[in-house]
């Protein structure tokens, strides 16, 4: 199935990061796949995903960002709509 590209960043308030941010964390533990929805658009992550943390500084400011990557053909393993949404 082809996807347009996206390139979007959302700002959640401190609550929504936490409960994502935990719902993340135990999909993790867990090894299992979970599904986030960012700007209004769900997306499944599957368990293979590489985690990476980056951190960028520049003269006025600095970023911390966690990252998850995979290749789009990790979607072909299926997916239960009972996983969690993050």
């Known amino acids: 199935m082809a996807t347009e590209p996206r390139d ?3 700002i959640y308030s401190t609550h929504e990061v936490v409960a994502k941010l935990r ?3 135990d999909a993790l ?4 796949p979970f599904r986030i929805q960012i700007a209004g658009e769900r997306v499944r992550v599957p368990q293979r995903a590489q ?3 980056e951190h960028e ?6 970023e911390i960002e ?3 990557k995979w290749p789009l053909e990790s979607q072909a393993d299926g997916g239960s709509d009972e996983e969690s949404l993050v």
């Open 29 to 32: 533990e867990e090894e299992k």
């Open 23 to 25: 719902r993340l964390a």
């Open 57 to 62: 500084r520049g003269d006025e400011e600095e």
């Open 51 to 53: 985690f990476s943390v």
């Open 66 to 68: 966690f990252q998850l």
């Open 8 to 10: 979007v960043e959302r």
